[in-house]
């Protein structure tokens, strides 16, 4: 019988973490596990081949990225369903099956994103609502701050409450469930996004393209957070965040919101670093520094 899932991991010298990744998918008859490895050098093909005999391997010889090696998976296969998966996440015991029954309760839900769940057991902010110009205005204007209901709709960090099942603008790419038709109609993976961002444009293009994005909770993953691109870029992680962002704005929105969003950006943080040297901010010793300097790196990447 064919099967349902067809499981994209996409593998990057984290050899130990996509073992335990992959055993975690051990004994599910609904998904084909596929493991694309992008030219790892810590033998991570090596381990597949050897220990599991039962995951399709593709062994490239370039690092294609995260969405162009989902998108080789996604044309290997037939399945309803596409999983993009990173290495370094775990499947806690129900959680695809969870989103399976979501997938049939909600027909028009062409994304289902799990809670992700950090190695402390704590819930990883892992939904955002669309960068558009509003939003970003309500974000800098502070208004979620008086009132959290309205940090708990824009899913801000901090607001959102992560054991409430809705619909969401989009979710954190590190395990996701895909519609076949709404992987179709939104055409995949955009491969120019190489890192960071594609799971933007993924559930942006799905949204236009009539589909919804659904969070739920009870399916649970857990994810060792950033594991491939710490090694890849360290402290340069947010830097890189940024531009591939900007990059997706101003391909997708235009150069008149993109250079809006930015400007509006920039300001907020700017006001928000000189209150942070104001007299009141200071009494916070410690505190007003570290912010202050989060402050100042956050104003730069937007500029």
């Not at 064919?2 to 593998?11: D, R």
């Not at 989902?70 to 775990?90: F, G, Q, R, Y």
């Not at 890849?232 to 531009?243: C, K, S, V, Y």
Request: aromatic content about 12%.
């Amino acid at each position: 019988m064919p099967a349902e899932v067809a499981v994209a991991i996409v593998s990057w010298n984290t050899r130990d973490l996509l073992r335990e990744c992959l055993r975690s998918f051990e004994g599910l008859d609904s998904a084909e596990v596929w493991v694309v490895d992008n030219a790892s050098s810590d033998g991570s093909s090596d381990m597949v081949r050897d220990e599991f005999p039962w995951v399709r391997l593709e062994a490239l010889d370039e690092n294609l990225g995260f969405g162009a090696a989902v998108n080789l998976v996604a044309s290997k296969s037939s399945a309803p369903w596409i999983a993009p998966a990173n290495a370094d996440v775990e499947l806690r015991p129900g959680a695809l099956s969870e989103l399976l029954c979501a997938g049939q309760r909600f027909p028009r839900a062409g994304v289902l994103a799990p809670r992700l769940e950090l190695p402390s057991g704590e819930p990883q902010h892992s939904v955002y609502a669309f960068p558009t110009v509003p939003f970003t205005a309500l974000f800098n204007v502070g208004l979620h701050t008086r009132w959290r209901w309205l940090g708990d709709r824009l899913c801000l960090e901090g607001f959102w409450d992560p054991e409430r099942e809705r619909d969401v603008d989009w979710a954190l790419g590190a395990f996701l469930l895909v519609r076949r038709t709404a992987w179709e109609a939104a055409g995949g993976f955009d491969a120019q996004q190489w890192m960071y961002a594609e799971d933007l444009d993924l559930g942006w293009r799905v949204a236009r393209a009539g589909f919804t994005t659904r969070y739920v909770p009870s399916a649970r993953v857990l994810h060792h957070a950033s594991a491939a691109t710490t090694q890849a870029w360290g402290d340069e992680r947010t830097a890189r965040w940024l531009r591939s962002t900007y990059s997706w704005m101003l391909r997708r929105r235009g150069v008149v919101r993109t250079r809006a969003t930015a400007a509006i950006n920039v300001l907020g943080a700017y006001l928000r670093a000189v209150l942070l040297r104001s007299a009141y901010f200071r009494m916070w010793g410690g505190l007003h520094r570290r912010a202050g300097f989060a402050s100042r790196a956050e104003l730069e990447g937007h500029r």
